[in-house]
């Protein structure tokens, strides 16, 4: 594959000094191969002007590097700060470097989630998935809750919501919010009612159904959930059982209310779940 030219005017390698910051940047050419997002900072593009994009990159080249930092964990990869639609221009076109601000780790950490916010969340649709992650990060920046609120124009109880949501995810909840395999409403009743340590276990077991987040509180309240956490964490694998067997006879019980379908599969509902017995009144009550 040929690597195709660049219009881009600023040399390789040039040291240079914004106006805004007192930060030295070097601009360098990075093989589009080894760039990879900043976790929570992806977003859904919009085709048409990615097309566009698209165009203007194969006439003129890149003319606005992107940002990037190096990666913190030694592979020689650097990570995206800005320039997710460019970088995936380049992709796709088969342009192998692409210039690049490269920033020191200590100005990415302090500043990357203000840049980012500044350049795109006023103007793009993102997926409520990626701005929920990047109202996590920012937190856990140290921004305040009311600052993050006016910045992502949500109302502060809705920002605490979301923290409260996401406190201690796991990588694994984090991939599958992500990847679609669970939403944020029906994440959220899975917080509310599952104890960090086995809320992996839980998305996992329910990503392959299509429970719906107001069903999935009758299904809580209908096994009496709270009952069997207390059985302890011995329990764990047979309550988890029996949660997914539940969800997954409610995908296919077909028509009628929540309550209705419950009480339809309670009478074909195992004895036995794990090593346990589940002795568990089904009734939508």
Not at 13 to 42: C, K, M, N, Y
Not at 71 to 87: M, V
Not at 175 to 201: F, K
Not at 245 to 271: F, H, N, Y
Request: proline share 5%; with cysteine; aromatic share 4%.
């Amino acid at each position: 594959m040929t690597k195709q030219p660049t219009a881009d005017p600023v040399a390789s390698a040039t040291v240079v000094q914004t106006s805004s910051s007192s930060h030295p940047f070097s601009v360098q050419d990075i093989p589009v191969d080894r760039i990879r997002p900043e976790v929570g900072l992806a977003r859904k593009r919009d085709r048409e002007g990615h097309q566009e994009l698209q165009r203007s990159i194969k006439q003129f080249g890149v003319l606005t590097p992107i940002t990037v930092r190096p990666a913190p964990d030694g592979s020689g990869d650097y990570l995206l700060i800005k320039g997710q639609g460019r970088t995936l221009a380049c992709r796709l076109l088969g342009i192998l470097d692409v210039p690049a601000i490269v920033v020191d780790a200590n100005f990415a950490e302090d500043e990357k989630v203000q840049q980012f916010l500044v350049e795109n969340v006023a103007r793009l649709k993102m997926r409520p998935v990626d701005r929920a992650l990047l109202v996590h990060r920012a937190r856990q920046s140290g921004e305040e809750t009311f600052g993050i609120a006016k910045r992502f124009g949500l109302t502060a109880v809705t920002v605490r919501r979301l923290l409260a949501q996401l406190e201690d995810v796991s990588q694994s909840e984090v991939a599958a919010l992500r990847a679609g395999d669970v939403n944020l409403a029906t994440h959220a009743v899975i917080a509310r009612y599952v104890d960090p340590s086995e809320r992996a276990g839980v998305v996992s077991a329910l990503a392959s159904t299509n429970i719906k987040a107001k069903d999935l509180e009758s299904v809580f309240a209908a096994i009496g959930w709270q009952n069997l956490v207390a059985l302890g964490p011995g329990q764990s694998s047979s309550r988890l059982a029996l949660l997914e067997w539940v969800c997954v006879a409610l995908d296919q019980a077909q028509g009628g209310a929540i309550k209705e379908r419950l009480r339809r599969i309670a009478s074909q509902m195992p004895a036995v779940f794990g090593s346990t017995h589940a002795i568990v009144s089904v009734d939508g009550k």
